[in-house]
């Protein structure tokens, strides 16, 4: 929420609450109005961040230095910042707006320390990005769909200490039916100069509605979540209504038209038919999925009018740059030109006063990655994670399997075999011989998932591997194997999984779908029986639905909440010492026609 000095501050005019009915344009008059007959034209720019996720400092907590990629990427709020407090220089007072499309308190162990180790809605610090957005000064965000793995309680402390909006118009309050969120605000905005004449910009936020699957347990019964397309087509002829010249929507899903989901839940990246099929949008602002589109227009069917998308890559790495050039023709606002541009913020240095609001907090969670935990035998890197059975991703599958039967032994499942499934969500983790800190650990599961689990047949096991399996693209045999381009595209690593427990090959040579042939017994020639039932250990991501994958989303027979990479550290801590000879077993395999790949 925003308070009241900082409603002021930025000249929020009205917000959209839920059951309200008045209009929603307050305050002084609009100046002039006719102050701009003839040629006479302003511009207006809308700078736009997502999928911060938790970077602040230009800084790799997993490696513990100033962060880098192949591709010299820098990242963070605090080059943000600097970005665009040069382009407000620029500009002189000119109208700039500042929007962030969402997946900002989730990430990094930053981000992580200040939920899990001390939570805000424990200790009523202000959470570093929320220190870190308000030296920026946004003028409003949306909530993205990791602001909700944390549950709705620190999600509303996080937004109580914003001095500027947070936005969610297709969050719907089960109990009400109506928004959990603010669905929007629009801002009178002076376009220069004292006697300039003011122009208002509607801003919609849309949340992702595959919240409903993969935060389920921290919504369920609480939220439902509306389709995106339908809820811009509600709320955009309400804001032109209620007096929005410009409508400018920040979503949070992407462009591509599908989902990682089935049907049953509305379309997660839908942004260019929100384009297409709602009429009076002037721009879209959008992420999620992390993907640098500096200016994209889509054409609307009803209108012909093309409206301007773009998104800006992730953790800060670019800044959207939209311009809008309006002139006001008998008494309303026109959008004469619009276009886009994408600044890497790479080519700037960090803002010192961003910095400044979360130095004592980057300290102290930069003492706590580094805390050692135990100490490895050998090295132990996850590169090879995708395409081999490698100890690092053993160990993860260890440990939730153990977890799992303990907690099981004296019930009724106590007799079925456990399976464990993970995902190599990395391909720079390593466990180095030697010390182990916390940051490796955090490096090798970077999400912030809890461990379940639920009794499987072998038939659903081997349909799980086979939809597991697509993960690779078809290479006949014979055929050379590059390793950096045995896996499909479309398919991200974090929805690969390789199962411990059972014995199994994939052949890379055949269509998706016929590539389980060989599924056995541990240790055995025994193939797995259809009617066979075993206890599989799942992150809950998956077991909600994320992914899509077959048969896991089901009533859980184990579920205490645990965050699996709390139980990966708890377990380094127990024994002082991994060593792969404790958890590493070669169960699964790529080959072609039955022989190995590797």
């Not at 709320?235 to 929507?249: F, H, K, Q, S, T």
């Not at 990682?260 to 297409?276: F, K, M, R, T």
């Not at 999400?447 to 078809?474: I, Q």
């Not at 896991?552 to 139980?567: A, C, D, G």
């Amino acid at each position: 929420m925003t308070s009241s000095s900082g409603a002021s501050r930025r000249q929020v005019l009205a917000v959209a609450a839920a059951a309200a009915t008045a209009p929603l344009i307050a305050g002084a008059p609009a100046r002039a109005a006719e102050s701009a007959k003839g040629p006479k034209t302003w511009d207006l720019t809308v700078l736009g961040t997502s999928d911060t996720h938790g970077n602040v400092y230009n800084w790799d907590y997993y490696r513990d230095a100033e962060y880098d990629d192949s591709k010299h990427n820098d990242v963070g709020v605090a080059k943000l910042a600097t970005l665009v407090n040069q382009i407000r220089a620029e500009r002189k007072g000119k109208a700039t707006l500042v929007l962030d499309a969402g997946d900002t308190i989730q990430g990094t162990p930053l981000a992580t320390y200040y939920a899990k180790q001390e939570p805000i809605t424990t200790t009523g610090e202000t959470h570093p990005m929320a220190n870190a957005m308000n030296v920026l000064n946004y003028d409003a965000v949306t909530l993205g769909n990791h602001e909700f793995n944390y549950g709705l309680p620190l999600l509303a402390k996080w937004i109580s200490q914003l001095g500027f909006p947070a936005l969610a118009a297709n969050a719907i309050n089960e109990a009400t039916g109506k928004p959990a969120f603010l669905p929007y605000v629009i801002k009178k905005v002076s376009l220069g100069g004292y006697d300039s004449p003011t122009i208002n910009v509607g801003i919609l936020g849309l949340t992702n509605p595959g919240v409903a699957i993969w935060d389920r347990a921290n919504v369920e019964g609480k939220l439902v979540f509306a389709d995106m397309i339908a809820t811009a087509a509600k709320w955009v002829p309400i804001m032109r209504e209620r007096g929005a010249d410009l409508v400018i929507i920040s979503a949070h899903g992407g462009d591509s038209g599908t989902s990682s989901y089935g049907p049953e839940l509305p379309n997660e990246n839908p942004v260019a038919l929100i384009a297409e099929q709602v009429p009076g949008i002037d721009a879209i602002l959008f992420g999620h999925a992390h993907n640098e589109v500096p200016q994209k227009f889509v054409t609307n069917a009803a209108t012909g009018e093309r409206v301007l998308t773009s998104e800006p890559s992730k953790w800060g790495q670019r800044l959207t740059r939209m311009d809008f050039t309006v002139q006001k023709v008998k008494g309303r606002w026109t959008v004469l030109s619009k276009s886009a541009t994408m600044l890497n913020t790479n080519t700037v240095v960090e803002d010192p006063a961003v910095l400044a609001a979360v130095r004592g907090q980057h300290d102290k969670t930069v003492g706590y990655v580094n805390q050692v935990v135990a100490r490895c035998t050998v090295e132990l890197p996850a590169a090879e994670s995708r395409y081999k059975d490698t100890p690092i991703l053993d160990f993860i599958n260890h440990v939730q399997a153990e977890v799992v039967t303990k907690a099981l032994a004296g019930t009724a499942y106590a007799g079925l075999p456990v399976l464990s499934q993970a995902s190599p969500f990395s391909r720079t983790a390593v466990f180095p011989a030697g010390d182990v800190r916390i940051r490796d650990v955090a490096g090798l599961y970077v999400f912030d998932n809890t461990l379940e689990a639920v009794v499987m047949t072998g038939a659903e096991v081997k349909a799980y591997l086979e939809y597991s399996a697509k993960y690779f693209v078809t290479v006949p045999v014979g055929a050379p194997v590059d390793v950096n381009t045995i896996s499909d595209p479309a398919v991200p690593d974090y929805n690969y999984d390789a199962i411990s427990g059972l014995d199994y090959d994939i052949d890379i040579s055949k269509p998706v779908g016929q590539r389980i042939t060989r599924l056995v017994l541990p240790g055995t020639d025994t193939p797995v029986a259809p009617e066979a039932q075993f206890v599989v250990a799942v992150n809950n991501y998956r077991r909600s639905g994320g992914g899509n994958f077959p048969g896991i989303v089901k009533t859980q027979v184990y579920n205490q909440q645990q965050e699996i990479r709390q139980l990966l550290i708890d377990w380094a801590q127990a024994k002082g010492v991994i060593d792969p000879a404790d958890f590493f077993v070669a169960n699964w395999k790529l080959v072609r026609e039955g022989v190995p790949v590797f």
